[in-house]
């Protein structure tokens, strides 16, 4: 078992660097990237060396290897098992796979005369429709998934094997490998075909189809999951396992809000850095000060950049239903811009949101201001049902001032605020959901499955 483990670690180790876009060594890892594809954890993640280093280490080296991501990974081997506490704590979930390699007979044959193997173009609209069919799956997680089998197809042989019901692809599967080993991989069936061994039928026809019965072939299945026990049955056994730590993106990264010029989202580390330096370029005239807090005064301090990325790694952090706070980032052809914030305290109870916004220096006088605000009152209004909107323009900020006019927004009264310490007043406004006609499209996605993290059930 030990040489069979060995040859299998072999081959995934050259198969994952051949795929890797990007690679990176830290002290007790290697980052594997591919940057085209940032969301799909399964390529982009540390692959820890043996003897594993402590998990504290290696959650510190991942944050400094992976500012670019949303989420956290690292892969392991069999003596990953005494660190599962550890990543626990780090608030990292921890995924047992189990390597198994066919060594066996199976414990009975099925007919396969309905499987046959196809070309990976001619499998993209079933694997769309298994993905889209998951928790959380949509078109664009579907078109990654395709392009990372891709990024395999170039770096290794791949055969594609389908099991066909009344013309229709019900279930799949890929075999990839070179040389005198394979891996079995992606074994799916289609929602509407489940139960019927389908499953067992392509599996089994992957199999027949090897090069030669001395190919060693291999899969890997969760450790606690029920395929493990279908594999089994086909005649695999367990040689070596692998642990997946992983930290997700928060359950918000999924929302996506797009207008002709923008798109707004929460960010990765690497992309508030960089919003950071925009901030520090300047937003406003520096004798003003159209905030209650008047950050910007600071950005000339050297740990500016780090309370930035703090404070909006705090939204999140101290988000509650009750109380919240989504910080949205800006993005205009791939590069941050700015930020619209909307909040909402009781939002169950009140249904009423308020808004502020911001744009670096060089990003404003286009518009984009009013495609920010409009792309948030969309979410407001019609994806999260609420009544009411405010907002303020503070000491005469006419830019704001103007967005909200634009938008339909009426003046409710003013107030005395001191950003600086020195009394300015506030202009008070307030827009009601009858009343918001959006000037441009506005597209939201991911939203989901979300309505409960703002305090609300799904809208009818």
Not at 38 to 56: I, K, M, Q
Not at 116 to 127: C, G, W, Y
Not at 276 to 285: L, M, N, P, S
Not at 324 to 330: D, G
Request: aromatic share 8%; charged share 25%; with cysteine.
């Amino acid at each position: 078992m030990p040489v069979i483990a060995e040859r299998i670690a072999e081959f995934r180790t050259a198969l994952e660097d051949a795929c890797a876009e990007r690679s990176e060594r830290s002290a007790h890892a290697t980052g594997l990237f591919c940057d085209s594809i940032p969301n799909v954890y399964d390529f982009n993640y540390l692959r820890a060396d043996e003897p594993l280093a402590a998990p504290s280490e290696l959650v510190g080296e991942a944050d400094a290897l992976m500012p670019a991501f949303l989420h956290r990974k690292v892969v392991a081997g069999r003596d990953a098992e005494q660190a599962v506490a550890a990543f626990s704590e780090q608030g990292f979930t921890v995924t047992q796979h189990v390597v198994m390699a066919h060594l066996r007979e199976p414990d009975r044959r099925i007919d396969t005369s309905a499987v046959r193997e196809l070309d990976f173009d001619q499998l993209v609209a079933a694997r769309t429709e298994v993905t889209v069919a998951e928790t959380h799956g949509d078109l664009e997680l579907s078109r990654n998934l395709d392009w990372s089998t891709r990024l395999v197809m170039a770096a290794v042989p791949t055969r594609f094997f389908a099991a066909f019901v009344d013309g229709r692809i019900a279930a799949y599967c890929e075999l990839r490998g070179r040389g005198s080993i394979a891996q079995l991989e992606n074994v799916n069936t289609l929602p509407a075909f489940r139960g019927r061994g389908l499953g067992r039928a392509v599996v089994q026809h992957a199999l027949d189809g090897r090069r030669t019965h001395s190919e060693l072939v291999y899969l890997e299945a969760l450790g606690d999951d029920w395929p493990r026990q279908l594999y089994a049955k086909l005649g695999f056994d367990v040689v070596d396992e692998r642990y997946l730590f992983l930290k997700p993106g928060h359950a918000l990264t999924r929302l996506r809000l797009r207008t002709p010029r923008l798109e707004l989202r929460l960010a990765t580390q690497a992309e508030l850095r960089a919003l950071a330096e925009v901030a520090r370029a300047g937003i406003h005239d520096p004798a003003a000060m159209p905030f209650y807090v008047p950050w910007t005064d600071g950005s000339d301090r050297p740990g500016f950049v780090d309370e930035f990325i703090e404070h909006n790694d705090a939204a999140l952090r101290n988000w509650s239903a009750d109380n919240w706070s989504l910080v949205l980032v800006a993005f205009a052809d791939g590069q941050p811009v700015g930020v619209q914030s909307i909040r909402g305290d009781r939002f169950s109870e009140n249904r009423t949101v308020d808004t502020g916004s911001w744009l670096g220096r060089s990003w404003q006088g286009r518009g984009l201001g009013i495609e920010l605000r409009a792309a948030v009152l969309s979410l407001a209004f019609d994806g999260l049902g609420a009544l009411r909107a405010t907002s303020g323009s503070i000491g005469g900020n006419l830019q704001s001032l103007g967005v909200s006019r634009k938008l339909g927004y009426r003046e409710t009264g003013t107030k005395t605020v001191a950003p600086r310490g020195v009394p300015v007043e506030e202009l008070l406004l307030e827009l009601h959901s009858d009343e918001f006609v959006s000037p441009v499209p506005v597209e939201i996605t991911g939203l989901d499955g979300l309505h409960s993290q703002f305090g609300i059930d799904k809208l009818a």
